[in-house]
């Protein structure tokens, strides 16, 4: 360790310390002071993790992986977390535009800012704003999203109804909104919207750059034909309005609740005529008694109604009582039997505006406002329901109209179960031909069971013979219709050898043509078949239409025993807009269903195209070449057309009109399966036959000739059990040929994107897999938690940058604009970098810690189990702030005499779990073989890939590669390595086949062999293996290797915890009397570093209980420092003053951690609110690039960095943080692939301690040069001028002492006689001692430390040792020898130097050298150790 020049000596220091400690310490908030690592050379962090990052607090969090968590990948690939949705939500859809983010999805909230399923994301500003107003957004999940730079606005897709605070709600017709961002507002979009069972839009794609049409797919129904004029404004006039409701919200039939098994309300009022919720259901006459119900005076109430059935519902209808000021004020909806509170969508009677509320909807006390409807986000199938009234006007609350709105109308094959909605001249009505029976089944929502129909008609039985249904639903107002026949599943009817196929025969009434379907009951569950879509004008005064179902004209299947069963169950009538105003066509006429052409799942919009309204019957004049596709798919899909199970995920247009389009589907005509081509105005196979699962989605190059696709596949639909194409696969229209990405993925991808950061070379998935496979061949794979990132450039996975575990569903790239895409999913951990057990870090261009996770450097998982080691998981929590300071400190006063009397032996505690894949310690070679290029050496727990490696790998960083140790490999844990010469030390726990000892070995790197260690291995004598926790050496003991652990014998040698081993003998030594017990970390103190520091479980010689111990080279002899807390994991001498010394550990009991300062006389407690969790590796001092104030205690150029798995509490988990003696400062953080908190075993520089804590101040070379000359120069005249005088004064002396001429001495005849040779040598051996030293006239003996002016010099302490074989030998070096300086200490070369000159030394930037006389400020005499030759080199070259 360096010594610190700046600090007081102990006598002086201590008060001032104390003086400090006694002062309670503040909370502070500053920024976390930037670690020099260049000084340091090349550092690696190292430990037990998957993911790390610089500490931040907003990082720091435990993940709900109910929520969908929003995340940034930077251009380097580190994570960003920016925020998290509502629980159960989901992020399905981002793009971005005018330089803010547009997500969206399913959510209420996100970032804890309400937003309703979409909002807006500001990088520069950090925050997330809803969009339409406060809690703006649509009522119903988002799907897709298209930002369309040319017009500045936002397209919008997915499966709702309308925005939640638009005005004029009519006017949209679901699944598609436009946003406006420069006004913040909604507006329908040219079409209208987009209908169909449970409409969905799940993709928006421009035709072309410049956005001449949009594509729209999903699943929808479109409608092409005649015009063919309506019946306008057909209703049923005994409906009332309301200017709480809209035309599509009255037209809405209620559903009849007179005959529910349950109608209570609860508290109710006892007043006559107003007890009776029942009252309020269908109310007779006006507000009052009778057809009114109140609550109790001053209480909330609860309404409870649950019918004998399981319904489908949209929405409630809710009418005010207004007596005596009475009446409702705020409400919530609870479904039964979900138990879900459900938001509900209103019009402000008032403003006309579209509202959406939950736990307070409002309900109007203005009197001319009969009734109000509020809308459910989407259709619900509810056994009942509960309103919660929680406020109210006046004396109580009351109601006078309840009513539950049906998603249109409906009528049932059971008579019985017709029962008469309110306002409806009579119930809908059923008529049967032919022998029908009632079938009870269950039905999805569980214990509830409905009445169906059931016939037996015989094979061969003509369809006018069959039997037949009739319904004949109420039908309250005319409009745009989808039609459903409902057809219970085969499995619970056991039936389905029996099922069939029906034909439906439609009257839409208003002088329509009929519209027949034909439906296939051979279904396995439940299904909506729809049968038809269009115009329906209800026939008066009943307002009912028609729907026959018989048998089908050619029935599919064979039946069982000649027989075919035929089930009727219910048809509904699902409003999609109302009345005959919204029918489509210029002129406002409707359009015959049937007459033209129905679509499935495509629409193209042409933006020069007029207004026009796709929910109904588009005129065949707007139909475009491209929207043939929805009507080739409608007429392959059949029937099956109503069924979710059918879907267009994604459509890519790849020349003009012809489209490649991808979902979940299958066309048997075609014989194509989830991804076929439409060109020509047909539907044409690619690839063979398609994929065998469902593709998500699809990514197309710049010119469309190449596609990425992401799905639930496996292979192409033609082969059998195939696993080429595993979730994601490339597509060649060109060549219309698969290409695997590797092996793919080992599950569903769920969104597939050309990565912007790296030009579109890489391919970036999200989706639901745990691995990646680097062929179809791969069985293991490697390890990718919901992301993964394939380089198109190498064919192969590579690291996406950051940590992430989870279930992403989205990965988007920039717009170009940015480096930045976006993430999003299900989360379980993640940090910025992606990393399995070590990783460069290195200085910013700011100063902040940069993080390079390396290529090529991925670790294996299968390795030795950790035998001492147990498994911990440390809580993570949200902080105010990243810079605390320790709550308090306390002194523990204990007086030498105390020590050693006080103190109790115990173990060392369990280390943190460290499982494979772990790194913990790392060294640096330099090879000597290969051009001096430096080798990262890895050792811990882990396999090496693609070898037999395990426990020890080598790093190559200019071939990316790793490569395991030559010969048989470790068995066990690997704990510490050290690099000395050519030779690998190896300590931790574990055997080598072939050696003899236990825990300690050797290798030649150089020759790539092991060691013999025979005669020279480590044991125990108390039966349990040795182990090795510390290998270290000194530089002022260069030739000494010292070894630290849990062992009693080395060789033949008694060294029991601590013993030095001889690099030049190879043999070990004692030191002194030895100490016994478990050793856990070694520094060095003291001048020349004659000092030993131990940190551990120990016992001295005499039987002194020491936790921290100091041997003394030049007294070889040992003593106790004090007694700290407890057993000692880690410690580290500051500025190598024995008088102060840190060290960290654990209580005897393990119940507390701590980190602890001697000062030479008492330990001082530093950590007062870490966990007994905590557990400290390392501790090291760092330098800064800006130095701080001194605490006194610690110098202001340095800190301690403190690693391990730290849980301060209220800080949170954290791996390393930063100590200046007053303040921890959270530095890294790390975590397990589990999400976990992770370990860090240390930090580990390649300059080891000879890097210097004070910056050196470096000028320009020329400038150095030239100084060089002008001292050099200078030198020599001054000598030259002394020479003369000495000469002039010594001929004066002698010519006074004798006379004689005759007597002069040689110089002086010299000179006299005009012979200048011996000046001249003067001369040159001046300069030679000017630019080489002294050494280079006397040699170079053994060498002293040399006190330098503290102010010039870092005081870095070595020691070179005369004898090489007395690795001591330098610390008695005698008294008065010559001071040569620091010397004997190894450097590296800051640039390179051609050294052409003769006694110049040439080196190669980086190259280590050592120091030999370092006297002379401009140049330094060095060594290479590697050839062994010396030489000058430039001072400011070397660092």
Not at 452 to 474: I, K, R
Not at 1204 to 1216: K, L, N, T
Request: with cysteine; net charge negative; proline share 5%.
């Amino acid at each position: 360790m360096a010594p610190e020049s700046m600090a007081p000596p102990p006598s002086r220091r201590w008060p001032l310390f104390l003086t400090l400690l006694t002062l309670i310490p503040q909370v502070v908030q500053a920024a976390v002071p930037s670690v020099d690592f260049a000084r340091m050379g090349t550092v690696a962090v190292a430990g037990s993790f998957s993911g790390l990052g610089v500490f931040d607090s907003s990082r720091n969090i435990t993940y709900n992986p109910s929520t969908a968590t929003l995340l940034a990948r930077n251009a380097d690939g580190s994570l960003d977390v920016l925020g998290e949705t509502s629980s159960g939500g989901a992020i399905s859809a981002a793009c971005t535009l005018n330089g803010k983010l547009y997500l969206a999805g399913l959510f209420s909230t996100v970032a804890g800012v309400p937003a309703q399923n979409i909002a807006s994301y500001d990088p520069a500003a950090g925050t997330f704003s809803p969009l339409g107003g406060q809690n703006g957004g649509v009522n119903g999940q988002v799907a897709a999203l298209y930002c369309d730079a040319s017009g500045g606005t936002l397209w919008v897709g997915g499966q709702f109804k309308s925005p939640t605070t638009a005005t004029g709600v009519a006017n949209f017709g679901g699944a598609v909104a436009l946003y406006h961002p420069s006004n913040d507002s909604w507006t329908p979009p040219p079409f209208d919207g987009l209908a169909g069972a449970s409409a969905e839009v799940l993709s928006i794609t421009p035709s072309t750059s410049g956005s001449s049409s949009l594509l729209f797919s999903g699943s929808f129904l479109t409608q092409f034909g005649t015009n063919i004029t309506i019946a306008q404004n057909v209703s049923n006039p005994a409906v009332p309005s309301s200017p709480g409701a809209t035309a599509f919200t009255s037209s809405l039939v209620p559903v009849s609740l007179a005959n529910a098994a349950q109608i209570e309300a609860d508290p109710s009022t006892t007043t006559t005529g107003f007890t009776s919720i029942a009252s309020v259901l269908c109310p007779a006459g006006a507000d009052g008694p009778g057809n009114s119900w109140r609550a109790q005076d001053g209480s909330a109430s609860k309404i409870v109604i649950k019918p004998n059935t399981y319904i489908t519902a949209s929405g409630i209808r809710l009418g005010n009582t207004f007596l005596d000021g009475r009446g409702t004020q705020t409400f919530y909806f609870t479904a039964i039997p979900s138990n879900d509170v459900v938001p509900l969508t209103f019009v402000d009677p008032v403003t006309k505006q579209n509202f959406t509320c939950t736990d307070n909807c409002p309900l109007s006390n203005d009197s001319t406002i009969l009734y109000q409807d509020f809308l459910f986000p989407s259709d619900l199938l509810i056994t009942g329901f509960q309103i919660t009234i929680n406020s109210w006007y006046g004396a109580s609350a009351g109601l006078h109209i309840l009513q539950l709105l049906s998603n249109g109308a409906y009528a049932s094959a059971v008579a019985a179960v017709n029962m008469p909605s309110c306002y409806a001249p009579a119930a809908s009505q059923v008529g049967v031909s032919g022998q029908w029976s009632n079938v009870n089944v269950f039905t999805s929502i569980a214990a509830t069971t409905q009445e169906v129909l059931s016939a037996t008609v015989p094979v061969g039985t003509s369809s006018s013979a069959a039997p037949s249904v009739t319904w004949f639903p109420y039908v309250s107002a005319a409009g745009i219709y989808n039609v459903y026949l409902m057809v219970p599943g085969c499995v619970e009817l056991q039936d389905c050898s029996k099922r069939t196929t029906v034909k439906t025969t439609l009257n839409p009434g208003g002088g329509l043509p009929l519209s027949m379907a034909t439906v296939s009951e051979q279904v396995e569950q439940d299904t909506s078949q729809l049968i038809y879509s269009g115009p329906i004008t209800p026939s008066a005064p009943n307002y009912n239409s028609t729907v026959v179902m018989t048998l089908a004209d050619q029935p599919q299947g064979t039946g069982d025993g000649g027989n075919y069963d035929l089930i009727a169950d219910r048809v509904m009538f699902q409003l999609i807009s109302a009345g005959g105003s919204n029918s489509t066509s210029s002129s406002g006429a409707g359009a015959v269903a049937g007459s033209g052409s129905a679509g499935f799942g495509f629409f193209e919009w042409p933006s020069s195209a007029s207004n026009m309204n796709a929910t109904g019957v588009l005129p065949n004049t707007t139909e475009t070449s491209l929207d043939g596709l929805a009507t080739a798919l409608s007429m392959n899909i059949g029937s099956a057309v109503a069924t979710t199970a059918y879907t267009i995920n994604a459509v890519v247009l790849y020349a003009t009109n012809s489209v490649i389009f991808a979902g979940a589907f299958n066309l048997a005509s075609v014989g194509a399966a989830n991804v076929a081509a439409y060109s020509g105005g047909s539907i044409i196979k690619v690839g063979g036959s398609g994929l065998n699962g469902a593709v998500a989605s699809m990514a197309p190059s710049s010119d469309s000739q190449t596609i990425y696709m992401g799905g639930a596949f496996t292979d192409t639909a033609d082969a059998t059990g195939g696993t080429r194409y595993r979730g994601v696969v490339e597509y060649s229209v060109n060549s219309s040929t698969w290409t695997a990405l590797g092996g793919g993925v080992d599950g569903v991808v769920h969104s597939v994107s050309l990565s912007s950061t790296h030009a579109g070379n890489q391919v970036i998935v999200a989706g639901n897999f745990t691995r990646t496979f680097s062929s179809s061949s791969d069985s293991t794979g490697t390890s990718a938690e919901g992301f993964a990132v394939y380089d198109l450039g190498s064919n192969a996975w590579v690291s996406s940058g950051g940590f992430l575990v989870g279930k992403l569903t989205l990965a988007v790239a920039g717009n170009g604009n940015t480096t930045t895409e976006y993430l999003a999913g299900s989360v379980s951990a993640s940090a910025q970098y992606g990393a399995n057990g070590w990783a460069i870090v290195g200085s910013g261009t700011n100063g902040a810690p940069v993080v390079q996770p390396l290529s090529g450097a991925t670790l294996g998982g299968t390795a030795a189990t950790n035998p001492t080691t147990t498994s911990r998981r440390m809580k993570r929590h949200s902080m105010s702030s990243n810079f605390v300071a320790p709550e308090a400190k306390h002194m523990l006063k204990v007086s030498k005499r105390q020590t050693t009397t006080a103190a109790t032996s115990s173990d060392l505690p369990t280390s943190p779990s460290a499982p494979a894949p772990a790194v913990l310690s790392v060294a640096y070679w330099t090879n000597s073989s290969n051009s001096n290029h430096e080798v990262v050496i890895l050792a811990g727990n882990f396999s090496v890939p693609n070898t037999q490696g395990v426990g020890v790998a080598l790093y190559d960083e200019s071939s990316k590669t790793l490569t395991a140790l030559n010969g048989n490999q470790v068995n066990g844990v690997v704990r510490q390595v050290l690099v000395s010469g050519n030779i690998l030390y190896v300590g931790g726990d574990f055997s080598v086949s072939g050696l003899d000892g236990h825990g300690w070995a050797m290798y030649d790197l150089h020759a790539g062999q092991w060691v013999s260690d025979s005669g020279v291995g480590l044991s125990s004598t108390s039966g349990s293996n040795p182990v090795v926790q510390s290998i270290t050496t000194s530089t002022g003991l260069p030739n000494t290797i010292f070894v630290a652990g849990t062992f009693t014998t080395a060789g033949t040698v008694a060294c029991g915890a601590v013993c030095a081993w001889s690099t030049v003998t190879k043999s070990w030594s004692a030191l002194g009397n030895g100490v016994n017990g478990q050793a856990a970390s070694i520094d060095f103190a003291g001048s020349s570093d004659n000092m030993l520091v131990v940190g551990g479980a120990l016992t001295l010689a005499d039987g002194t209980t020491a936790n921290v111990a100091m041997y003394s080279f030049p007294n070889s002899t040992w003593q106790a420092l004090g007694a700290p807390p407890g057993p000692v994991t880690a410690l580290a001498v500051n500025n190598n003053n024995q008088s102060s010394v840190f060290a960290a550990g654990s209580s005897p009991d393990g119940t507390a951690s701590f980190l602890a300062h001697w000062n030479g006389q008492a330990w001082t407690a530093q950590s007062s609110s870490w966990e007994p969790t905590t557990s400290i590796s390392q501790l090291k001092f760092v330098p800064l690039l800006d130095p701080q104030t001194s605490t006194g205690v610690i110098a202001g150029d340095r800190m301690l960095f403190i690693s391990g798995a730290i849980d301060s509490g209220s800080q949170g988990a954290m791996s390393s943080a930063l100590y200046d003696g007053t303040t921890f400062m959270p530095f890294l953080m790390t975590s397990n692939s589990d999400g976990s908190s992770g370990y860090m075993s240390g930090l580990f520089n390649s300059f080891g301690s000879s890097f210097s804590f004070s910056e050196r101040k470096l000028l320009a070379t020329g400038i150095v040069i030239l100084i060089s000359i002008a001292i050099a120069t200078g030198i020599v005249f001054f000598l030259l001028l002394l020479g003369i005088i000495w000469t002039l004064c010594s001929k004066r002396d002698v010519g006074l002492a004798n006379p004689n001429p005759d007597e002069d001495d040689e110089d002086e005849s010299s000179l006299r006689h005009g012979r200048p040779s011996a000046l001249l040598e003067h001369i040159n051996a001046a300069t030679r001692t000017t630019i080489l030293g002294a050494g280079a006239l006397g040699g170079v003996g053994v060498m002293a430390h040399h006190k330098e002016d503290s102010s010039q010099h870092d005081h870095d302490v070595w020691v070179r040792s005369e004898t090489p074989s007395d690795p001591l030998g330098g610390a008695g070096a005698a008294a008065g020898e010559e001071d040569l300086g620091d010397v004997n200490r190894p450097t590296h070369a800051r640039y390179s130097f051609a050294g052409g000159a003769e006694g110049e030394l040439a080196v190669a930037a980086g190259q280590e050298v050592v120091v030999l006389d370092d006297r002379d400020q401009a140049w330094w005499y060095v060594r290479d150790p590697v050839s062994g030759k010396e030489g000058v080199v430039p001072a400011a070259y070397l660092y």
